[in-house]
């Protein structure tokens, strides 16, 4: 199938822009406390630094007053703090931001598993983006898990929560997460890590700049590999090439190759309740195999149109391969065995993914309304398909056999929104905003004579929010808007029979505020979701793998609080507390939402002195279930489907450190969950257990 033409719009809203009045005289100035309604940061185009900044789509910002420009919950990761946690995934970093449960399914998270505000941690219901673009390989066509960017390419992470979301779609139901990727100083640095379960790690950076600095190439190249908690090896690969140009004082181009490659001993499979109960330790599945590839291309555009006014522009494409090698189960003998006893037969889920898609979007300030205010309006166009094969291995060792199930899925989708920030005065401003979501999803069965299947939707997503600065050191802000998550093809269109399954449509609320005070810092919001339907795994037809579940509610509040003891020692933390999160409608009406726990916290003490750089971390999950229909017990049996249960609460203790002997190298270690608790951070086809205590070292040279 060829891939449906989307065109390029930037050019058609720069000149659609000048059909707006701007108003170019000054306008009065805000007030220049830290936390005031600030006005629009107008790029100076002369004083334009010489060195090449690459252009790229941004969730927040990092100019200065740009957090508090947002009408939402705005949290970020430098790279310092990063750095600090010694992740060793970008969901083992995220969960130490408010809000934000994670599903690992193995200690480097390969697959994506992060709810937001007691939203669902395997559903997909918050937007990823690696600078700026999607990286969930199906947005509309089901599988949008089956990508992580690793965290070693990452040096910021941006998550936007609340009505300012809606600039971004589609799927902004509980948020968006925007994962900034490095761009490497001139020079050379080297880094490796080796630590448990057979960790080793090494890791390139490089850059270099013309005489003049208008030029720039840079490389991350990591190779990284481990026997892996519970015997779930890996041998991973991941390269990403970044180049800019300055053209005169206008423009600004930016290029990003990346490629990625894993070969992961993983499955869907855990362990039985026995074999937990008993400590194992073992890989439950110790010859499934996940293989994937990832090969893609971002082209950037920056052009300053004039001192108000800014056209940002990013064409992406990727290619995902997933084969995913299974050997199927002997369900009478794994129950009597109390482990998972296998066939001789091997099946191979073998899916690749493409999409083609460019967003453009202009930002610029004007008078239009009398007041200072400034608008943004974007166009995103993407196409995306997907070829699914199912293959009956008949020689297991080369992983060849038969195709016995081939389906295309595509899907197109084109979205706008216009957002418009109205300075009433130095403490108050106003943004309403609009975003039109329109996509059309098809399937093509290649193996059966099944007609085509297709359907379509459009979404209108109006929503507004407000900030207000109440002193010179708190602010408060707020907003309410629709948010959605579309129904992918592997579901609306499953069975080839159209389920009229739904979109998932949700009213959002928030208000919330942040400040800062001496040595003092805080932020609280509280939220809202209400979702007029949502859609659930669990369902009373067995023909179907989803249905709509109808009305339920999410609210909950999010607390963040630091203070700086002293000028080496400063002491973090973070509680989020959904108490709501429940079926509001149908056969599970009264039981909370499955992957919610009512209470998230983490607590950090951090030490600075000289040379040395140390954190003490705590992070806690409460209970949560694993299913719709809120099964306490955990079943002790191997049968299929979404398992259920309650998983308990747990507490991990984590010790980071970093010694920096020079100016250009430094010595890193952690001791990961010291008190070596055991615990369950997920159910599907079993138990998947937390990594038990572990350590690593480093070391970072540069050159």
């Not at 920030?421 to 099944?450: C, H, N």
Request: overall charge neutral.
């Amino acid at each position: 199938m060829r891939p449906t033409r989307i065109p390029t719009v930037g050019c058609c809203i720069a000149a659609a822009m000048a059909l707006i009045p701007v108003t170019l005289e000054a306008q009065t100035p805000p007030s220049q406390t830290p936390l005031a309604a600030d006005s629009v940061e107008r790029p100076v185009i002369q004083e334009l630094p010489a060195v090449v900044e690459l252009p790229v789509i941004e969730v927040v910002g990092r100019a200065q007053g740009s957090v508090l420009r947002q009408t939402g919950t705005v949290h970020t990761l430098s790279l310092e703090q990063i750095e600090t946690l010694r992740p060793i995934s970008t969901e083992d970093a995220m969960r130490r931001l408010p809000g934000i449960n994670t599903k690992s399914e193995e200690e480097t998270s390969i697959i994506s598993n992060i709810g937001l505000r007691g939203l669902a941690a395997s559903e997909a219901k918050s937007l990823l983006l690696e600078d700026g673009v999607p990286v969930a390989p199906g947005l509309l066509i089901g599988n949008d898990r089956y990508f992580n960017p690793r965290v070693q390419r990452i040096e910021r992470i941006e998550v936007l929560k609340g009505s300012s979301s809606l600039r971004f779609g589609p799927s902004t139901i509980g948020g968006v997460v925007n994962f900034l990727t490095k761009t490497p100083a001139e020079g050379l640095l080297l880094s490796g890590r080796t630590g448990s379960f057979g960790t080793r790690e090494l890791m390139l950076e490089a850059g270099a700049r013309s005489s003049g600095g208008a030029a720039y190439g840079g490389l991350v190249a990591t190779h990284a590999r481990g026997d892996g908690f519970m015997d779930k090896g890996y041998r991973m690969n991941d390269v990403m090439a970044k180049a800019g140009l300055s053209v005169g004082n206008r423009h600004r181009l930016g290029l990003k190759l990346s490629w990625y490659e894993n070969d992961a001993n993983i499955s869907y499979r855990g362990l039985l309740l026995d074999e937990f109960r008993e400590g194992a330790t073992n890989n439950p599945a110790p010859d499934d195999w996940y293989l994937t590839d990832r090969t893609a291309v971002d082209l950037n555009h920056r052009f300053e149109i004039s001192d108000r006014a800014t056209l940002t522009s990013v064409a992406y494409w990727s290619n995902l391969r997933r084969d995913y090698w299974r050997y199927n189960v002997d369900t009478e003998a794994s129950n009597a065995a109390g482990r998972w006893v296998y066939t001789d037969a091997l099946t191979g889920n073998n899916r690749s993914f493409d999409r083609f898609g460019v967003d453009t979007r202009v930002k610029f300030d004007h008078g239009l309304f009398g007041f200072a205010s400034d608008a943004e309006v974007g166009l995103r166009g993407f196409y995306e398909e997907s070829d699914d094969r199912r293959i009956r291995a008949t020689r297991a060792q080369d992983r060849t056999g038969t195709n016995d199930r081939h389906r295309i899925d595509s899907a197109t989708s084109i979205a706008f929104h216009l957002h418009n920030r109205i300075q009433f005065s130095d403490r108050f401003a106003l943004t309403p905003g609009v975003r039109l979501e329109s996509y059309e999803q098809k399937r093509r069965v290649l193996k059966s004579d099944d007609a085509p299947a297709a359907t379509s939707n459009t979404e209108f997503l109006p929503g507004v929010g407000t900030t207000y600065s109440l002193s010179e050191s708190a602010q408060l802000y707020g907003g309410v808007y629709r948010a959605f998550s579309p129904a992918s093809n592997g579901v609306a269109l499953d069975g080839m029979t159209d389920q009229l399954l739904e979109a998932e449509r949700s009213t959002n609320f928030e208000v919330g505020v942040r400040g800062s005070q001496g040595p003092f810092d805080y932020e609280l919001a509280l939220f809202r979701m209400d979702f007029q339907n949502q859609v659930v795994t669990g369902n009373s037809d067995p023909r179907l793998s989803r249905s709509n579940a109808g009305a339920t509610l999410h609210q909950g509040a999010e607390v963040s609080l630091g203070y700086r003891l002293t000028d080496a020692l400063g002491l973090s933390g973070n509680v989020t507390w959904v108490p709501v999160s429940r079926f509001e409608s149908g056969e599970n009406a009264g039981n909370r939402i499955p992957y919610a726990p009512r209470v998230l916290a983490n607590l950090a003490l951090d030490f600075q002195h000289g040379p040395l750089r140390s954190s003490l971390l705590v992070h806690h999950r409460g209970a949560q279930f694993g299913d719709e229909t809120n099964l306490r017990e955990i079943p002790n049996n191997a049968a299929g489907g979404i398992w259920g249960g309650l998983m308990p609460a747990y507490t991990t203790l984590d010790l980071t450190a970093e010694w920096r002997a020079t100016g250009a190298l430094s010595v890193f270690g952690a001791l990961k969950n010291l008190t070596d608790e055991r615990y369950i951070t997920g159910l599907r086809q079993g138990i998947y257990v937390g990594p038990g205590r572990s350590f690593e070292v480093g070391v970072r040279q540069g050159l």
